[in-house]
């Protein structure tokens, strides 16, 4: 178990008095079987009131009314998570639900088909020829293959850090041969959809865990994967990883606009500048003072 400590500070500035309409705040996990929640505060200036929600994906939503108008939004959120390792569930290579291609079973597939059918287009066939490519494997299980392709976006492209919101297409990301977190995730994504399975794009923090990892001063992103043998499975296609206890989910979505931390409405011709800081890692206690 990792006992991890979490900071995430967002301050907006603004060069004249706005005011706010409602936020929209995606900053608390949800227990697990491999997360728990230990404690989680909250504090934003100027003064509002709250109110929580579960949205349609079942993650946990603050809407903040902020009650005044002010040239400055602050917001923190500090949590306290236990990380659990979740090894993967699957025994048996040779079982049917481990192979390609995938078929779910009807309930299943009934939940699932948002997230199997694709959303990103692919006018000039990019997507189509990188999975037509040697990247794609059917004689392999299906967790194997998923590893490969996970393996193969983090070698083959190159990640360049991009502070301007939105995501790459696929086939941009593809072309460009770079990206971040969030454009390796969602090419792994579309990718998978196209191959008939689940996938959603997953957001929250990666904890450094004594290694050196991309993606460990900021907010973080990768995907998840449905199989029927497993259930769904953490892919990270930009540090490699596959269902690592060093990654903590805040929110899954079905695509990456969905999965914003912070979001919100101002109301006033003013501009605007953002700072984040994000820290995550091992919890320290200060040692108790000795006795005599």
Avoid at 7 to 27: A, Q
């Amino acid at each position: 178990m990792n006992r991890l400590s979490i900071l995430h500070e967002t301050r907006y500035e603004y060069d004249r008095e706005v005011t706010f309409g409602e936020w929209r705040l995606m900053l608390r996990p949800t227990d697990t079987h491999a997360l728990r929640v230990v404690s989680a505060e909250l504090l934003f200036s100027p003064e509002g009131s709250t109110r929580w929600v579960y949205d349609a994906f079942g993650n946990s939503i603050c809407l903040l009314t902020l009650h005044r108008p002010a040239s400055k939004l602050e917001i923190t959120s500090r949590l306290v998570v236990d990380r659990f390792p979740h090894p993967i569930g699957i025994s048996d290579p040779a079982d049917p639900k481990a192979a390609l291609p995938i078929l779910y079973d009807a309930a299943d597939l009934f939940a699932l088909a948002p997230l199997i059918r694709p959303v990103a287009e692919d006018k000039e066939w990019k997507l189509r020829e990188w999975i037509r490519s040697d990247v794609f494997d059917a004689s392999l299980p299906a967790l194997a293959m998923l590893e490969k392709l996970n393996r193969a976006i983090h070698d083959r492209l190159t990640y360049v850090p991009r502070d301007t919101e939105g995501v790459q297409s696929p086939a941009e990301t593809l072309e460009l041969g770079t990206g971040t977190c969030r454009d390796y995730a969602w090419l792994m994504i579309e990718t998978a959809r196209r191959l008939g399975l689940a996938a959603r794009f997953a957001s929250g923090y990666v904890s450094s865990g004594g290694a050196e990892v991309v993606g460990g001063g900021a907010t973080h992103a990768w995907c998840e994967i449905f199989l029927p043998a497993a259930g769904w499975i953490e892919f990270d296609p930009t540090n490699a990883l596959t269902e690592s206890h060093d990654l903590i989910r805040i929110a899954s979505t079905r695509t990456p606009s969905e999965a914003s931390p912070v979001r919100g409405t101002i109301f006033g011709d003013a501009v605007s500048t953002l700072h984040v800081n994000v820290q995550v890692g091992p919890l320290v206690t200060e040692p108790e003072p000795a006795t005599s």
